[in-house]
């Protein structure tokens, strides 16, 4: 398995403001996933964190309102920055097991984010 | 696209007695994987069961097992001996392998009842 930590938990935060993310993972891996989990709502992609390149995001996510790093095989951050109260969500971090479950995705704690 | 589609948006069931959530998905592929996660109040995202689609034997963790229809591209979970600590919502996800995102249902939120 994989073990995630994902800071900070919770934040309340102003709108206009940025806040960044941040998922450090027990060993090395070459994925790292970034969802939104509105309220009440499933999970829903924001983007595919690979070492070395550019994120991929999805459809209706940019850079600019997300950036994400990825500087190494066990650190990652997303920003969401100028925040609006339609920001608020929890944002949850994934990555693959290794081994015999290298084909379940973990998650961490999740960052519960409101924004006044 | 792949699609995961849960139709049962809330349910309920007495202790110890036993139910089954449903799931359906969508896809032209033939080799993928699918999982049940459980999320309760906390929020942290917990592995269920997972099955893989070139498995015809159903997957099965204590309490937990399956009703994987490859054909009907269905994927129900059944939850035996109900507990206090199995209320939270329960979403159906599918993937390609590890390095592929995650489609999830919409989630059915489970109530256990004493």
């Known amino acids: 398995s994989a073990v995630i930590s994902q800071k900070p938990s919770r934040d309340i935060c102003q709108r206009g403001t940025s806040l960044t993310i941040q998922c450090q993972v027990d060993?090395?891996?070459?994925?790292m996933f970034w969802y939104r989990q509105q309220p009440g709502q499933s999970l829903t992609l924001i983007a595919t964190a690979n070492q070395g390149s550019e994120a991929t995001y999805e459809s209706g996510f940019v850079i600019d309102k997300f950036p994400i790093s990825r500087p190494n095989l066990t650190f990652s951050t997303l920003t969401v920055s100028n925040m609006s109260p339609e920001d608020s969500s929890i944002y949850l971090c994934?990555?693959?097991?290794?081994?015999?479950?290298?084909?379940?995705?973990?998650f961490g704690a999740g960052t519960r984010l409101s924004v006044l | 696209a792949q699609t995961v589609t849960q139709s049962q948006p809330e349910m309920s069931v007495q202790e110890a007695e036993t139910v089954t959530l449903s799931c359906t998905y969508d896809t032209s592929e033939n080799n993928y994987y699918l999982f049940w996660y459980k999320q309760p109040p906390s929020r942290q995202m917990i592995l269920v069961i997972r099955q893989e689609a070139y498995k015809q034997q159903n997957a099965t963790e204590n309490r937990f097992s399956v009703n994987f229809q490859k054909a009907a591209k269905s994927f129900s979970l059944k939850i035996s001996d109900s507990q206090l600590g199995d209320t939270a919502m329960y979403f159906c996800?599918?993937?390609?392998?590890?390095?592929?995102?995650?489609?999830f249902g919409k989630g059915t939120r489970l109530s256990v009842i004493a």
């Open positions: 996800a599918f993937s390609f392998s590890g390095n592929t995102p995650l489609v």
């Open positions: 060993s090395q891996v070459t994925m």
């Open positions: 994934s990555v693959a097991g290794t081994g015999s479950t290298k084909n379940i995705q973990y």
